[in-house]
């Protein structure tokens, strides 16, 4: 756990970053610090590994006040993900990779051969391990980022802003990406963003933090979105707080019927559905069982049927539900 305790951070020209923060950040979970720019979200997250000192108040982690390590110690047992990446430009992705290992006094080869295992893990084709940061595209930079903070096996991750520079595609692949990783290897992260969508998506907790660096709120995404506890978070987690909060209704059952003859499949996989002429219109969104009813409503708002196809994990069609099913999943 790392803890916050009354943490204030005065820049030395007055500005008051961070006004003092308490929160206890749990282990091998995700948290997440949004709120808008200038909140003190960089700050209050470079102070966890002193590239920013505080003014006041204690940081521990399991329990240990910070100040009691040597700084360069502490840092080699925390990772540190930045946007684009900060890799560096004349190292091969592998050697950025093995940068740590090395410094930590592994030999050569097992350095090389942990980077990469960590970049085949964070889902990079080996095939550009010998590239330069400067020919890969931004996504995968950012993967070799990942990969990079993960090489010394850190308890903690810091993560600033990491996905913010690279288009929505690419960004909603990495979240996918860091959440799987993370179900492996259950590191304490702590994440900055100032997209609460992203912080929903991502945070087993949100800090939702105000300018001045006050503490809002701190909570699991879906109280957040079902219980903001003053005018300031209900405004920042927006208006259709409720239409995102079905993204943690799971439930068990959802009423699907069976497979219409309209829908047209291929080996058992949608592939579009029959008009009465018997042309192909595309398909909408598609949802699994056990998906959210966000994911299920999702589907059939864009089905050019209203009827959205449930699929098993091979893609395959299992069931399609309409909107009063919906609606009546959502009433039980
Ligand atoms: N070195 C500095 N000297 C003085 N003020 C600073 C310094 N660094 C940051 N600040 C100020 O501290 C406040 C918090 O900055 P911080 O970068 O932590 O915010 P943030 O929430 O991460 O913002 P953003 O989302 O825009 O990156 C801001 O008012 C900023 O201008």
């Not at 707080?241 to 943690?248: D, E, I, P």
């Amino acid at each position: 756990m790392i803890e916050f305790e009354d943490v204030t951070k005065q820049y030395p020209d007055g500005t008051v970053a961070v006004d003092k923060l308490s929160l206890r950040i749990p282990s091998n979970q995700i948290t997440v610090f949004v709120g808008p720019s200038g909140c003190g979200k960089t700050t209050s997250l470079r102070m966890i590994n002193r590239t920013i000192e505080r003014t006041g108040g204690t940081i521990s982690i399991d329990g240990e006040d910070i100040n009691g390590k040597d700084p360069v110690t502490l840092r080699r047992g925390i990772g540190y993900v930045i946007q684009n990446a900060g890799l560096f430009p004349h190292k091969t992705v592998v050697d950025n990779v093995a940068t740590v290992p090395k410094l930590l006094g592994w030999d050569k080869r097992k350095a090389h051969s942990t980077a990469m295992e960590l970049l085949e893990r964070v889902g990079l084709d080996i095939k550009l391990a010998e590239r330069y940061p400067a020919q890969l595209s931004g996504g995968q930079q950012q993967r070799v980022g990942v990969a990079r903070a993960l090489a010394a096996d850190p308890a903690v991750m810091l993560m600033d802003e990491p996905f913010s520079a690279v288009d929505p595609i690419v960004r909603h692949q990495l979240q996918e990406e860091l959440l799987r990783l993370q179900r492996d290897i259950g590191k304490t992260i702590v994440f900055v963003t100032h997209d609460i969508d992203e912080a929903i998506k991502l945070g087993d907790n949100v800090a939702v933090l105000q300018v001045g660096g006050k503490l809002a709120q701190f909570a699991p995404p879906a109280e957040l979105l079902g219980e903001p506890a003053d005018d300031f978070v209900r405004g920042f987690v927006g208006q259709d707080r409720g239409y995102r909060a079905l993204t943690f209704v799971h439930p068990e059952e959802l009423p699907v019927q069976p497979v219409p003859d309209e829908l047209a499949l291929k080996d058992g996989v949608p592939v579009g559905w029959k008009n009465g002429s018997g042309e192909l219109l595309p398909l909408g969104a598609v949802f699994k069982r056990g998906d959210s009813l966000r994911a299920a409503l999702d589907a059939v708002l864009t089905s050019p049927t209203g009827c959205g196809i449930c699929v098993d994990d091979e893609g395959k069609a299992v069931g399609v539900i309409d909107q009063a099913g919906v609606a009546e999943a959502l009433r039980s």
